[in-house]
């Protein structure tokens, strides 16, 4: 009995010893996993790109219903929260690139549904908004606005036209924060609209336009208590600012 208690013992020591290792290794993989389906959607959108003269595929969301929503010709169609099947992924202008649902899902993103809790959602991921985007945020406030736009950056359908960062800097897919994705549109300008998940290991995944895939290490953990805070000291926001379009 003495001897099978220090077996158990010993196992439970190394049970204690492992399981932190596992659960990091299963985090890597799922962060890789991550990056291999964004790596899909950035060459799906640079294959649209060729097939379109140099355009980027159109992102255009507008309120519905009360709700933000990505509609006809955009990349995906609806809103993330609240989409039940996969028809507004397989309807998007990018599905005959990139045609698994799948791919537009990251492993790590265990958000459900709103009102659905046992539903898991179908996409974690948007793209930068001064790529082409254009909504309206709430009632009469369009975007792109040339009174609201901050002036240091510039909204771009093509990637021949940009002159700073080049297309190795300015990111298109992103991990998108289960509270603020709704449409296929990211907004950031000099303050926060959508905040990044950070769901690998305090990071986020992200496509860049010359085709690239990196996860970036956040300085603090991006959250509802503070990713909507202005960006005074913000290395993050900053981080990311640095790499959308400029004049």
């Known amino acids: ?68 929503e990505s509609i006809s010709n955009s990349w995906v169609l609806g809103n993330a929260q609240y989409d039940a099947d996969a ?62 736009v901050p002036p240091t950056y510039m909204f771009k359908t093509r990637e021949s036209t940009l002159t700073q960062p080049g297309p190795a800097d300015v990111f298109v897919f992103i991990d998108d924060d289960e509270q603020t994705i709704d449409d296929g549109i990211f907004v950031i300008g000099d303050v926060w609209y959508d905040c990044p998940a950070d769901r690998h290991s305090q990071g986020a995944n992200l496509t860049f336009l010359d085709g690239h895939v990196e996860r970036h290490q956040w300085r603090k953990s991006r959250d509802a208590s503070n990713w909507h805070r202005p960006t005074a000291s913000d290395t993050d926001h900053d981080w990311l600012a640095a790499h959308l379009p400029m004049k």
Not at 106 to 134: F, H, I, M
């Open 1 to 68: 009995m003495i001897e099978l208690l220090a077996v158990i013992a010993i196992i439970a020591i190394l049970a204690a010893l492992l399981l932190p290792t596992l659960a990091k290794a299963k985090a890597r993989s799922k962060s890789t996993y991550c990056l291999n389906t964004l790596k899909q959607l950035q060459l799906g959108w640079k294959q649209y790109e060729t097939e379109n003269n140099g355009s980027f595929p159109v992102n255009t969301s507008r309120v519905v219903a009360g709700l933000l």
């Open 87 to 148: 028809t507004n992924i397989t309807s998007g202008s990018l599905y005959p690139e990139v045609n698994s649902p799948s791919v537009y899902h990251c492993p790590a993103d265990q958000a459900t549904l709103k009102g659905k809790a046992s539903v898991p959602r179908l996409r974690s991921y948007s793209v930068e908004g001064w790529l082409g985007a254009n909504f309206n945020y709430n009632d009469g406030w369009f975007w792109p606005n040339p009174l609201t």
